[in-house]
């Protein structure tokens, strides 16, 4: 993978897949090819500067995508990769540190509750 240009990140068995975190660790454009999936922490990640994402049904021009990205963002994208915030973001470390997988995690669940809480205060007025 730390090899590779792109890694192939098809739809595994959880809303998200090991192989996105992987394969950014290792300076990999990921390539999603999962229709409506959930990718981890979009208030901090913009997937689009760091991953491509192939429609299911697109799977067989792959090779042309992967040519047209060559000829005219991947050194865009590369260098997004490399983001050390964004690299944090997806690494869980102990203890935990600011900005890191578990904080993102927290952050989300925080921002969740936030919202429940407003919305139930409200409901029963």
Known sequence: MARSIFCLC??????????LVESVLLGCVPVIIADNIRLPFPSILRWPDISLQV??????????????VVATNLTAIQRNLWDPAKRKALVFNRPLEVGDATWQVLRELEILLDRSQRSYVGSWR
């Open 10 to 19: 098809p739809l595994g068995w959880a809303p998200w897949s090991p192989r």
């Open 55 to 68: 429609a299911e049904k697109d799977v067989a021009s792959l090779e042309t995508v992967l040519d047209h």
